[in-house]
């Protein structure tokens, strides 16, 4: 009895268990494309961007020109384009970006937002790598002329060493008389 009934609970946790993996595999999602529409298939890519290579990225540049141009071809590709690793090139990005803003394609309209968004994003970092050259230039412009402003210093110091030693005689007074 004792064996049937260790028989019985097997047989029903075994069914069970597999019970509750085909219930669970109906509740799996499907894997994600990145070209499906929506902004969540292209925040999966960007996720999936910040784990490339600098290699990686040059190939996947390769591939996206390579694909026919949709809204979310240009929103991959203005993502590639402003990745800090990648082929950066903030002005594309953003002219991707602007255009697909003013597209009233349907697919276009869903990642409009994400597309402000980005586009904000990376005309602030134009602005700021222009400040961030201008105050490099304003640096080396400065050390320059510390530069200048030394080797003056140095040459005066040298003029005042060769100059002859004073002599420490009292000078006549210039009285007040007339």
């Known amino acids: 009895m004792r ?29 994600l494309r990145y070209s499906d529409p929506g902004p969540i298939p292209v925040l999966n890519y960007y996720h999936m961007l910040s784990r490339m290579t600098a290699n990686e990225l ?17 929103m991959r590709m203005a993502m590639l384009l402003g990745h800090p690793r990648g082929p950066l090139d903030l002005p594309k990005a953003t002219a991707l970006l602007e255009s697909l803003i003013k597209s009233p394609d349907p697919e276009s ?7 402000r968004l980005l586009a904000d994003s990376y005309i602030e970092r134009q602005r700021l790598d222009g400040l ?15 530069a200048e402003l030394q080797e003056k ?13 004073r002599s420490r005689t009292s000078r006549p007074a210039t009285g007040g008389a007339r």
Request: with cysteine.
């Open 3 to 31: 064996v049937r009934l260790a028989g019985g609970v097997l047989g029903l946790c075994l069914t069970l268990g597999l019970v509750g993996c085909a219930g669970t595999s109906a509740n799996i999602a499907p894997p």
């Open 58 to 74: 040059g190939r996947e540049r390769m591939v996206l020109a390579a694909l026919p141009s949709s809204p979310n071809t240009q």
């Open 132 to 146: 961030v050259e201008r105050q490099g230039g304003q640096i080396r412009e400065g050390q320059r002329k510390a």
């Open 109 to 115: 309209i869903s990642l409009q937002p994400l597309a």
């Open 153 to 165: 210093i140095d040459a005066l110091a040298d003029i005042e060493r060769t100059l002859p030693a």
